[in-house]
Each structure stands twice: as C-alpha cells, then as structure tokens.
C-alpha cells in the first residue's frame, strides 16, 4: 500500500491521531510529521513539511488537520505542485480527486467529527483522478501556478 503523509498543529492533535489508526488499519504506511502533543504550534511549519514529502514522492497523498483546515489549506495550496482540498463531506473528498486531481486531503477537527473524519479520509483515498476532460483543467492550473 501506498504511504500516506499527515501532520497538524495543536488544535488538529486528536483528530491526527484517530486518523492514523485508522490509516494503519486501512494498511497503509504513514509518515507522521506530528505534533505529538498540543502545545501551541504554527500550522505553516507542518503544511511544509508534508507538502514536501508528498512533492518529494516519499508519500503518495497528504492529510493535514488543524482546527478549521482552513490555514493547512490555504498554505498547502501555495506550494507548487500541490492540489489541497478542505472537505467536509464524502462527495467533495471524492470530486476533490476524480476532478481535481487534489493530492493533499485538509480537515478542521474543530468542525468535522471523528467519525466522519475517518468516512471523509476513506473516499479520498479510495477515488482516483478520472483524467479526460479533467485533465485538460488540471493542466490549467498548472499553468496558472508555473505563472508565479
């Protein structure tokens, strides 16, 4: 199975944790960037080093958490080559793949419950991009970002 990279900031924690179990149950290697506790932390330092690992293919996805997904999101999203989605629900996790292509998987543990936490991560993981006519819009953005 393929090797999944996660990380989160202080208010992001609990929510890793669950989801690293289950991802260990899925059987699939993870790459834990921490924190390991909730001592305040900069959601910035833990997007990078997961961004990283995902661009490096040391991990074939990213999951990143804090406390809306929001920050982990927006910053994920500045790293080039990186499709961040912020989901809430099972279909965007699945259209965030199938037609975006999105490589990095950002929840908020202060807005989405474990349980669907756990449901939101597995329709990530199990959808796959469909390319055709997609592609051509993920190209589109790739060009947008190479513009920067």
């Known amino acids: 199975m393929a090797t999944i990279a996660i990380a989160a900031d202080h208010a992001g924690v609990q929510l890793k944790a669950e989801l690293v179990g289950e991802l260990g149950r899925l059987g699939y290697a993870v790459t834990d960037f921490g924190p390991a506790d909730t001592t305040s932390v900069d959601y910035p330092d833990f997007a990078t080093k997961v961004t990283t690992a995902v661009n490096a293919q040391q991990a074939e996805l990213g999951v990143l958490i804090c406390g809306t997904g929001m920050g982990m999101a927006i910053t994920a999203n500045k790293v080039h080559g990186i499709r961040a989605a912020l989901c809430r ?5 699945r259209m965030s793949r199938m037609h975006n292509d999105a490589n990095v998987l950002c929840l908020g543990q202060r807005v989405t419950g474990g349980g669907l936490a756990i449901e939101i991560l597995k329709a990530f993981l199990a959808a796959k991009f469909e390319g055709g ?16």
């Open 133 to 148: 006519r997609h592609a051509a819009r993920v190209e589109k953005i790739r060009r947008v970002e190479a513009q920067r």
């Open 89 to 93: 629900t099972e279909f965007e996790a």
